[in-house]
T-cell receptor, first 108, second 112 residues
Framework: KNEVEQSPQNLTAQEGEFITINCSYS?????LHWLQQHPGGGIVSLFM???GKKKHGRLIATINIQEKHSSLHITASHPRDSAVYIC??????????FGKGTKLSVKP | DAGVTQSPTHLIKTRGQQVTLRCSPK?????VSWYQQALGQGPQFIFQ???????QRGNFPDRFSGHQFPNYSSELNVNALLLGDSALYLC???????????FGPGTRLTVL
């Protein structure tokens, strides 16, 4: 079993839909990271959170430390949100353990 | 302010050869981490450098080695290349080991 599991692996949505991507982890963490990777490889850090909830624009990330679970929500999805979204568990030493990613495709 | 830069962008090598990949961190960052991302997979942590020393290492063989220079730039060296080393190699820099990591565009290595 992987230390960081994401679901779903693939997600297709219509423009405007509310999207949720889930992440479960089995390791101790200092922080949970959500990242976005576009075709070609570039990775952008979206959120780093250790408790509660963070919001940035149409993106919301939540974490439940007791249940070792985090979710990334996208409100009013848009085709430009199409990308791979990756969850990563951040250890106390700073190393990141990544999930395999969720490939999101938003259709106009 | 330039972000994290990596060179080269693409590289093709043959089995048994050696390769050196380079990374310049974001201005002000002193910690550099390297990751390997195979096709269709999430990145895997290789190692992290701080103050010119390897501070942490993932589950990679000794064929993978690195270096950090006084200006905080870093190199990743891979010896005796295998077909399985073909991947996107990502460098990330941060202010501190647990801070947000900023990723470079990656170097795509193909081993034939």
């Amino acid at each position: 079993k992987n230390e960081v599991e994401q679901s779903p692996q693939n997600l297709t949505a219509q423009e405007g839909e509310f999207i949720t991507i889930n992440c479960s982890y089995s390791v101790g963490i200092s922080a949970l990271h959500w990242l976005q990777q576009h075709p070609g490889g570039g990775i952008v850090s979206l959120f780093m959170l250790s408790s509660g909830k963070k919001k940035h624009g149409r993106l919301i990330a939540t974490i439940n430390i007791q249940e070792k679970h985090s979710s990334l929500h996208i409100t009013a999805s848009h085709p430009r949100d199409s990308a791979v979204y990756i969850c990563a568990a951040g250890g106390s030493q700073g190393n990141l353990i990544f999930g395999k990613g969720t490939k999101l495709s938003v259709k106009p | 302010d330039a972000g994290v830069t990596q060179s080269p962008t693409h590289l093709i090598k043959t089995r048994g050869q050696q390769v050196t990949l380079r990374c310049s961190p974001k201005s002000g960052h002193d910690t550099v981490s390297w990751y390997q991302q195979a096709l269709g997979q999430g990145p895997q942590f290789i190692f992290q450098y701080y103050e010119e020393e390897e501070r942490q290492r993932g589950n990679f063989p000794d064929r993978f080695s690195g270096h950090q220079f006084p200006n905080y730039s870093s190199e990743l060296n891979v010896n005796a290349l295998l077909l399985g080393d073909s991947a996107l190699y990502l460098c990330a820099s941060s202010l501190d080991r647990t801070d947000t990591q900023y990723f470079g565009p990656g170097t795509r290595l193909t081993v034939l």
